[in-house]
């Protein structure tokens, strides 16, 4: 299994431009969701799942959005980006049935200048 | 009342020495209180976690002390080594979902 992967590892964009952020995991996980990771702040919950074609609010959504289509993809996009939008996002995953790991990917690196 | 307060921001331990790490969450109604690893350049991963109906979860070097009536959780790491140094976060969530995050302690283990 590659567990939780996500595209790209890096990626600077300008000013009002918009990208999507690839999050796709094989452990046929019902719950996904979307970490923005700012430093000395944590980990702020952006978008979450609870299976596929349903999705809800974190606690950071403003200026992004998520689908979820299939089991496997969690995609986000960034509409019209902002200097605040530059940190690093998290996809990561969890099992159906409560008290599970939550896995996570190895992060995309964004920089908006 | 969403709020995990995490302490402290930074620690310096000896090689050999116990390190530990506090924090405080509001919320009674947070029943899973995981510790997550993290190594620079990659994501968090889970390094143990406790549900409040034990005080006290031990798994290697690594042990989880909840008291729940004062709302709090600690990570012990005993032995610490060069290469437990680390991000570690604790994090609180309801039923294993909806993960609210600490803001994280960087740890050093010097040589």
């Known amino acids: 299994n590659a567990g939780v992967t996500q595209t790209p590892k890096f990626r600077i964009l300008k000013i009002g431009q918009s990208m999507t952020l690839q999050c796709t995991q094989d452990?046929?996980?019902?719950?996904m969701y979307w970490y923005r990771q700012d430093p000395g702040m944590g980990l702020k919950l952006i978008y979450y799942?609870?299976?596929?074609?349903?999705?809800d609010k974190g606690e950071v959504p403003n200026g992004y959005n998520v689908s979820r289509s299939t089991t496997e993809d969690f995609p986000l996009r960034l509409e019209l980006a902002a200097p605040s939008q530059t940190s690093v996002y998290f996809c990561?995953?969890?099992?159906?049935?409560?008290?599970?790991?939550?896995?996570f990917g190895p992060g995309t690196r964004l920089t908006v200048l | 009342q969403q709020q995990v307060k995490q302490s402290p921001q930074s620690l310096i331990v000896q090689k050999g020495g116990i390190s530990i790490i506090n924090c405080a969450y509001e919320?009674?109604?947070?029943?899973?209180f995981p510790w997550y690893q993290q190594f620079p350049g990659k994501g968090p991963a889970l390094l143990i976690a406790?549900?409040?109906?034990?005080s006290e979860k031990k798994e290697g070097r690594f042990t989880i002390s909840f008291n729940k009536s004062a709302k709090q959780f600690s990570l012990h790491i005993m032995d610490s080594q060069p290469g437990d140094s680390a991000t570690y976060f604790c994090?609180?969530?309801?039923?294993?979902?909806?993960?609210?995050f600490g803001p994280g302690t960087r740890l050093s283990v010097l040589p």
């Open positions: 990561a995953s969890t099992g159906r049935g409560g008290y599970n790991e939550q896995f």
């Open positions: 452990m046929n996980h019902n719950y």
């Open positions: 919320n009674t109604a947070f029943d899973y």
């Open positions: 994090a609180a969530s309801f039923y294993g979902q909806n993960f609210v």
């Open positions: 406790i549900r409040p109906d034990v």
């Open positions: 799942s609870v299976g596929a074609g349903i999705t």
